[in-house]
């Protein structure tokens, strides 16, 4: 029986995630959480299904182990690839990550939307089922963003090599007149700078986070599971990998723990 003082799980395949997790904490500060970064396994996009599948259901006995009243699906690989078994398998709520092609396909002026994500993504059945469901008017300019994650899982987020890629992926989309990129990773975000600086003030970036963090709290007020004791929320972090990137990423918020674990 999950009570309100359970904490809310959260996994993705690396520190990507924790992108999610801000904007869960920001909206609800009173919540416990346990993130879940499965770095060693990043990233998860060049993976069969089956693969994915297997992580997942791994890294969801992980938290379940842990007292999670709800688990965060924090990856679109593992969203778009694992979801609905791990829904039909487990008795305890989840929310998944999905590109934002529907409301950025609602706003464009030019009818065309770039869509950056992982291979595991863009290929799934989900994404496809979403994208089928556009108008035929839209155009979608679909880009692997093959390589980041890697970078920024090895600390490398600043680097030459990653401009390099940006410059790579992105500037395909602006020659075709994408007015609207959608973030199809949750790692994605944390080079939200650098994009910009490539794409100007014309084109807007969506991610998912916001409306996540939203989505959660609807359902945990729904299920009458919202932590309404207004105390200093213990935030732990569970990684498989160097710590270092982790600790930076983290370093300016407060009741974090990070431990190592070989997982």
């Known amino acids: 029986m999950k009570s309100k003082q359970h904490p809310i799980g959260i996994f993705d395949s690396g520190i990507g995630g924790t992108s999610i997790w801000k904007e869960i904490h920001q909206l609800l500060p009173n919540e416990d959480t346990i993130y879940l970064s499965d770095s060693k ?56 990550i999905e590109p934002a092609i529907k409301p950025a396909s609602l706003k464009t002026k030019t009818g065309t939307v770039g869509i950056l994500a992982t291979k595991g993504t863009l290929n799934s059945a989900l994404f496809e089922k979403t994208t089928s469901n556009l108008s035929d008017e839209i155009t979608i300019v679909e880009q692997v963003g093959e390589g980041l994650v890697e970078l920024i899982e090895n ?10 890629l940006l410059k790579k992926y992105i500037h395909p989309m602006l020659e075709k007149k994408c007015d609207y990129i959608v973030l199809g990773c949750t790692h994605y975000p944390y080079l939200l700078p650098q994009i910009r600086k490539i794409t100007g003030d014309n084109v807007q970036i969506i991610d998912s986070g916001e409306a996540v963090a939203k989505q959660v709290k609807n359902v945990l007020s729904q299920q009458n599971l919202v932590n309404d004791i207004a105390n200093k929320s213990s935030n732990v972090f569970y990684i498989n990998k160097d710590k270092s990137v982790l600790e930076n990423i983290l370093k300016d918020y407060k009741n974090c723990k990070i431990d190592f674990l070989d997982f």
């Open 155 to 164: 600390g490398k987020m600043y680097s030459e090599e990653m401009t390099s």
């Open 41 to 96: 396994n990043a990233p998860y996009g060049q993976k069969s299904t089956q693969e994915i599948v297997d992580l997942s259901i791994k890294n969801t006995k992980f938290l379940i182990d842990k007292g999670a009243k709800i688990i965060v699906v924090a990856c679109n690989t593992a969203t778009t690839n694992a979801i609905q078994q791990l829904r039909a398998n487990y008795d305890i709520p989840f929310i998944g």
